[in-house]
């Protein structure tokens, strides 16, 4: 696929994982791919470019913090769409930072989550989403008892090419983010694989934070047996996360609608 008016860039062919892909690299290399740009993804492919109105007329602007912002996420999650177009933009979000949330995916990974944090700035993107896109979405995020959609305004959210939204929409654990260990400085635990400016808390990566997870739980196998017994038993994924929730930190922005 090559963009309209852009014929020198090519499509980035993309990966797709077999249905037995290992889950431990699943969980520990989340959030997987992020480009360094806004790209537009289709049919499982992604090209870096420019988004523009016309590629966002009539869509839902929904921040991404975690593997949302990955063509390799997105290539999951849509597989079995017919001609997805989903345009990803780059944004930059005044203070905030994404951070682990106090949840297991079903996949294993510890997932992200926004948080206030005055005077960071964190990178995100913007998924511009179709109706339908957004159905499924919400299938993808357990929407209800999982993450709750919302909208937040009175942002200061910087898109990659175009202007500055105060509002938009996120998917958001309202149970709390995962709190760091005593030994470390602030209360957060900041997702390393994600860019940030003035982050006040020590950012962890995937593996540390599952390593952090299971020793708030006293688990003191592998960190594979780990992963996998997570994956395989969701009763026990959700005993698991009401360890997690007795020490979350809540979500601190007040200036949100829970939608669903």
């Known amino acids: 696929m090559t963009r309209s008016g852009d014929p020198g860039k090519t499509a980035v062919p993309m990966y797709t994982p077999p249905a037995d892909m290992d889950p431990v690299v699943r969980a520990t ?10 790209f537009l993804f289709a049919q499982g492919a992604w090209q870096a470019g420019d988004i523009d109105a ?11 913090c975690g593997s949302n912002r990955s063509p390799e996420q997105l290539a999951r999650k849509f597989a079995d769409f017919e001609d997805v177009v989903i345009p990803v933009q780059r944004a930059w979000l005044e203070d905030f930072d994404v951070v682990y949330a106090a949840h297991l995916t079903g996949y294993g990974a510890v997932a992200a989550n926004l948080q206030h944090v005055p005077g960071a700035r964190v990178e995100v993107s913007v998924t511009w989403l179709a109706d339908d896109q957004m159905a499924r979405m919400h299938a993808t995020e357990g929407l209800g008892y999982s993450y709750h959609y919302a909208r937040l305004h009175g942002l200061a959210l910087q898109l990659e090419g175009s202007g500055t939204r105060a509002e938009a929409f ?16 602030g209360d ?6 994600i860019k940030a400016e003035d982050r006040q808390d020590h950012p962890m990566t995937q593996p540390e934070a599952l390593a952090l997870v299971q020793t708030r739980l006293g688990h003191t196998g592998s960190l594979e ?15 698991y996360e009401a360890v997690l929730h007795r020490d979350a930190v809540p979500f601190r922005w007040s200036r949100l609608d829970i939608l669903s």
């Open 170 to 185: 996120a998917y958001v654990y309202d149970k709390g983010s995962l709190r760091q260990a005593e030994e470390t400085p």
């Open 29 to 38: 290399t989340y959030p997987y791919l992020i480009p360094e740009s806004s």
């Open 188 to 193: 957060h635990a900041a997702i390393a694989e």
């Open 225 to 239: 047996g780990f992963i996998t017994g997570t994956v395989a038993d969701r009763a026990l994924r959700a005993r």
């Open 54 to 64: 016309a590629q966002t007329a009539g869509r839902t602007p929904v921040i991404a």
